[in-house]
C-alpha cells in the first residue's frame, strides 16, 4: 500500500498516542466554547490509554475506552477496551453497563458467531470545562478516578469539505459484528481512526493513528498498538511499547456506506469489506454531493478545489442552503464526448450542458451528480450491427476488389452488442503469470525474460527516438522504439523493475511534447514514407498503449504528464481508425484522413493492415470502450469471410514472391493476438468458422507451408503480375525459394522457432498441430527472444515444460 501523511500531520506522531500530547497543544486553541465534548481524551501521566467520546442526537453519548489487560483478562491478552452508552446531564456523562468483548479471531477467519459480551461495570465523567474532565469508574478490573484533557475535536463544518465532519463516528461491518471503526474528522487533511478489533486468540485488540484525506478515502498509513503493560494502578507509561500493526483505508460511496481496506505491516493478513454507519455526532449531520467520474473524463470546479479527477468518487459537503457547491464542468477524455448529466434525486442541473451550477437548495440527504461520457461516433464505421466485407474478384490481382456491407448477426454468433468488454486485462494476467514465473530458478526467469539483453544501465541511459528515422531503410530500426518499450513494460509487470517504469514514461512523455508526427510524418520520415506511417504505427500501438497502461496510474506519473500521453495515443488512434475508414472504398470522406494522398489506396484494407486493427481492440481494452473493441470482432469475421482461401492461406500476403511466407506467417500472428485479446475477455474468435474457415484452418495451411514451401509457390509466383508488391528484386525472383537468401532478409527460417504459434500451442496443448511444429523447431523450448514482436516468451511460454 502506497501510504504517505502530509507533512504537517507526520510530523505530530513521535510514537503512539504521544501524537495526543503532541495534538492538544495544535488543537486546543481551535476547541470552540459549547457543550459538545465530541473527540478524544486523556491524562498526560497515562499517555498509552484513553477515551474516544461521541455526543448523539437526544443527550445519549457512546464511550469507548482504550487501555490494558486486567485481572480478569486471559493471561494471554495485550490490550483491552470497554465500550459504554449512555447519557448526558448538565456536565455529566454517566454510563451504566459498559461491557468488554471477546471471542473471534482477527483477519479473514472472523466469526461474529464468535462474539461472547462480557459486563464490566460503571463509568461516569464529570466535565470542570470544554477541555478537562474527570472519569470515575467500577468494573471488574477495579475501581477509581483519573482526570483527562481533551485533545482532538471534530472540525467545523467549513473545514472540512472533502471529507464533511459528518463522517466522524463509528463505523462496522454486520458481518464481522463486534468489531469496528471510530472517526474523528480533525480537519480537511486529516482524520484520527480508531480500529477496534482482536488479537489471534480472540483477546480484545486496538489500534490508532492520524490519516489523510484522499478524495473520498481516509488513508491511514502505519496504525498503532499499544502493549506493555496493564490496566488501573498496574499501569506504567514507561512499559508502553508502540508497534506499528496495520494499514487502513476508508472509502466512502456516501454518507451511509462504503468500504474499508487493511493490511498488517507484516503482510499476513489483508482483506476488504462493506462498512455501514452506527453513530451520527450530534450537530454533524452527514449530506453531501457524491461526485461519480467514471474512466473518461472528469470534473472540473472553477476554483479548482472540487475537482474530481478520472475514476474518482468525490464527496462534497452541503450545506442548507446550497452554497458549499460551485460551478462544475464535465471534461471528456479524448475520444470521448459528454452527453449529459445523471442524478438520482432532484434536478441538480436543468439542462445537458457540460457546465452548471448544481442546485442543491432543497436536498434532504445525499444526492450523486454523473457526466455521461460516449465514446466519439465519427471514427466508427461501419455502424451499428454492420461489417465491411472485402474480397477479391481475380485470384492473382490484388488490385481487383469489391466491398459489401453484411450484417453480423448472419453469422450465427448473435449481436455484436453481445461482444463487450469483460476485464482491463489485454492478454495475460499479469499477477497469475508472476507467480507463474516465480517457479522457475532464478537463472532460467532471466533467459526467458531477457534480463541480460541490453547491457547493463540501459534502463537510465538509454534515450529516446522518434520512432521514424529518414536515415534507415527500414522503419523503426531495430531495437527502434518498440524493443525497450517492450523490454520496459516486461521488465516492470513482470519483474518489478522501477527503472523499466521510469524508460515508458520518459520515452512516450518525449515524443508527446515533441508532437512527434507519427501521421504524416512530413518532418522525420524519408520521401515516400509517410504513405506507409499508418502501417508502422498499427504495428507499434500495442506496444505503446500497453506500456503506457502499465505505468499510467503510478504516483510518480503527474496529471499534466498523463494528459498530455493520453491526448498523443488518442490521435495516433484516431488517425488509425479514420485512415482505414478512407481506405475502405472510401465510405468515409474526412479531411482530416490523407488530405492529399492515401498512399497504397484499397490495398490498405485487404493487406495486413488488420494489424491496425489489432491496435485499435488494444487501445480499446486500455479505454474501456466497447464500440471500439466490436470494430475489432468486426474485423475479424471480415478477415475470415473475404481476405482467406479456402485451404487457410491468406489472398494477398501469399503473393509477395520470395517473402510470402514471412509475410503470411506475419499475417496470421496478429489473428492469433486478436483471437487471444477477445478470449481474454470471454469470447472464442479462436472457434468462429465462416464457410468451413478458420484461425485453425490457417494455423494448418501455414505448418503445411513450412514442412512444403510448395504450397505457397502457386500463390507467390503471381508477384510477376504485380511486381510492385515486393520490396526488391531478390524478392520478386525468388517465389520458388522462402529462405532465398543467407542473411534471410525477406524469407522465413523461423529462427529460434514461431513465437506466436507457443500462444497458439498454449490454449491448445493436444492440437494435432504441436507434434507437427516440435518435430520442425525440435528446439522450439529452448529460450530466444525477437525484440520485433511484443508477445514474448516471457510471457506465452509454458513455464510447467521449463521445470523438471
Not at 456516501?254 to 450537530?283: N, V
Not at 516465480?438 to 544501465?457: F, K, V
Not at 525497450?484 to 515508458?504: E, K, M, S
Not at 508488391?725 to 524478392?731: G, I, L, M, P
Request: charged share 20%; glycine share 8%.
Amino acid at each position: 500500500m502506497n501510504v504517505f501523511l502530509p507533512a504537517n500531520v507526520s510530523n505530530r506522531l513521535p510514537g503512539l498516542l504521544k501524537l495526543f500530547v503532541v495534538l492538544w497543544a495544535l488543537m486546543i486553541q481551535s476547541v470552540s466554547a459549547n457543550s459538545q465534548y465530541s473527540g478524544s481524551w486523556y491524562n498526560s501521566d497515562r499517555d498509552g490509554e484513553g477515551f474516544h467520546i461521541e455526543m448523539l442526537e437526544d443527550d445519549q453519548v457512546l464511550v469507548i475506552w482504550f487501555t490494558y489487560p486486567g485481572p480478569t483478562d486471559d493471561p494471554s491478552a495485550e490490550q483491552a477496551w470497554i465500550l459504554g452508552s449512555g447519557t448526558i446531564t448538565d456536565n455529566t456523562i454517566t454510563i451504566i453497563g459498559a461491557n468488554k468483548f471477546q471471542g473471534p479471531e482477527f483477519g479473514p477467519d472472523y466469526n461474529k458467531d464468535d462474539l461472547v459480551l462480557l459486563p464490566w461495570g460503571d463509568l461516569s465523567i464529570v466535565f470542570s470545562g470544554n477541555n478537562n474532565a474527570t472519569v470515575e469508574y467500577d468494573g471488574l478490573d477495579g475501581e477509581g478516578t483519573t482526570d483527562v484533557i481533551r485533545i482532538t475535536s471534530m472540525a467545523e463544518r467549513e473545514n472540512a469539505t472533502r471529507i464533511p465532519v459528518g463522517f466522524s463516528g463509528a463505523w462496522y461491518n454486520p458481518a464481522t459484528n463486534g468489531q469496528g471503526w471510530f472517526v474523528e474528522v480533525l480537519s480537511d487533511e486529516s482524520a484520527l481512526v480508531y480500529f477496534f478489533t482482536y488479537d489471534a486468540n480472540g483477546n480484545q485488540a486496538w489500534n490508532l493513528a492520524v490519516g489523510y484525506l484522499d478524495g473520498n478515502r481516509i488513508v491511514v498509513p502505519n496504525s498503532q498498538t499499544g502493549k506493555g503493560t496493564f490496566f488501573g494502578t498496574q499501569f506504567d507509561t514507561k512499559d508502553v511499547v508502540r508497534e506499528s500493526f496495520v494499514d487502513v483505508v476508508l472509502e466512502y460511496e456516501d454518507c451511509k456506506s462504503g468500504m474499508a481496506k487493511y493490511k498488517t505491516t507484516d503482510g499476513e493478513h489483508s482483506g476488504s469489506m462493506p462498512i455501514e454507519r452506527i453513530t451520527t455526532l450530534d450537530g454533524k449531520e452527514c449530506k453531501v454531493l457524491v461526485l461519480n467520474t467514471g474512466e473518461a473524463g472528469y470534473i472540473m470546479s472553477d476554483s479548482g478545489e472540487q475537482d474530481c479527477l478520472e475514476g474518482q468518487t468525490c464527496l462534497t459537503n452541503l450545506v442548507s442552503d446550497g452554497s458549499s457547491v460551485e460551478a462544475l464542468t464535465a471534461v471528456p477524455r479524448s475520444g470521448y464526448v459528454f452527453s449529459g448529466w445523471t442524478k438520482t434525486s432532484g434536478e441538480l442541473c436543468t439542462d445537458d450542458e457540460a457546465s452548471c451550477v448544481p442546485d442543491t437548495s432543497g436536498v434532504e440527504s445525499d444526492v450523486v451528480l454523473a457526466p455521461v461520457f460516449e465514446p466519439e461516433g465519427s471514427i466508427y464505421f461501419p455502424p451499428d450491427e454492420q461489417l465491411l466485407v472485402c474480397q477479391y474478384t481475380e485470384p492473382n490481382l490484388t488490385q481487383s476488389v469489391t466491398c459489401t456491407l453484411k450484417n453480423f448477426s448472419d453469422y450465427g454468433y448473435g449481436p455484436l452488442s453481445d461482444f463487450k468488454l469483460t476485464t482491463d486485462q489485454f492478454f495475460i494476467d499479469y499477477r497469475q503469470r508472476k507467480q507463474e514465473l516465480a517457479q522457475l530458478p532464478e537463472e532460467l526467469r532471466n533467459n526467458l525474460c531477457s534480463t541480460t539483453a541490453y547491457e547493463a544501465g540501459f534502463y537510465t541511459e538509454y534515450t529516446p527516438t522518434p520512432p521514424l528515422d529518414p536515415l534507415q531503410d527500414y522503419n523503426p530500426p531495430p531495437p527502434g522504439v518498440h524493443g525497450p518499450l517492450l523490454l520496459a513494460r516486461v521488465h516492470y509487470t513482470l519483474l518489478d523493475n522501477q527503472d523499466a517504469a521510469g524508460l515508458i514514461k520518459r520515452s512516450l512523455l518525449e515524443w508527446a511534447e515533441n508532437e512527434v508526427d507519427l501521421i504524416f510524418a512530413e518532418d522525420v520520415a524519408a520521401p515516400g514514407w509517410g504513405a506507409e506511417v499508418h502501417y508502422q504505427l498499427g504495428l507499434l500501438m500495442p506496444i505503446y498503449v500497453m506500456a503506457w497502461e502499465a505505468i499510467r496510474d503510478l504516483d510518480f506519473v503527474s496529471p499534466t504528464d498523463r494528459s498530455k500521453i493520453d491526448d498523443y495515443l488518442y490521435k495516433l488512434m484516431r488517425f488509425l481508425a479514420l485512415r482505414l475508414e478512407r481506405e475502405a472504398g472510401n465510405f468515409y470522406d474526412d479531411p482530416y484522413v490523407c488530405p492529399d494522398n492515401c498512399g497504397w489506396g484499397n490495398n490498405e484494407v485487404f493487406n495486413h493492415s488488420w494489424t491496425q486493427d489489432l491496435g485499435l481492440m488494444v487501445f480499446a481494452v486500455w479505454t474501456g470502450n466497447d464500440t471500439l473493441f466490436q470494430r475489432g470482432i468486426k474485423r475479424y469475421f471480415a478477415i475470415l469471410d473475404g481476405l482467406i482461401r479456402p485451404d487457410g492461406s491468406h489472398f494477398s500476403e501469399s503473393q509477395r514472391g520470395g517473402s510470402a511466407l514471412s509475410y503470411s506467417i506475419g499475417a496470421t500472428d496478429t489473428l492469433i493476438r486478436m483471437a487471444e485479446l477477445a478470449a481474454v475477455q470471454g469470447y472464442d474468435l479462436y472457434g468462429v468458422e465462416i464457410d468451413g474457415k478458420s484461425l485453425h484452418t490457417i494455423m494448418d495451411f501455414h505448418i503445411s507451408a513450412i514442412e512444403d514451401e510448395t504450397l505457397i509457390h502457386p500463390y507467390a509466383q503471381s508477384v510477376q503480375v504485380n511486381p510492385w508488391y515486393c520490396e526488391n528484386d531478390s524478392c520478386r525472383n525468388s517465389w520458388n525459394n522462402q529462405l532465398f537468401s543467407e542473411d534471410n532478409p525477406g524469407g522465413w527460417d523461423g529462427a529460434g522457432g514461431w513465437i506466436e504459434f507457443d500462444v497458439y500451442r498454449k490454449r491448445f496443448p493436444e492440437s494435432p498441430l504441436v507434434p507437427r511444429y516440435l518435430a520442425l523447431f525440435p528446439n522450439a523450448d529452448q529460450f530466444y527472444y525477437w525484440e520485433g514482436t511484443f508477445v514474448q516468451a516471457c510471457e506465452f511460454r509454458d513455464v510447467s515444460r521449463l521445470i523438471d
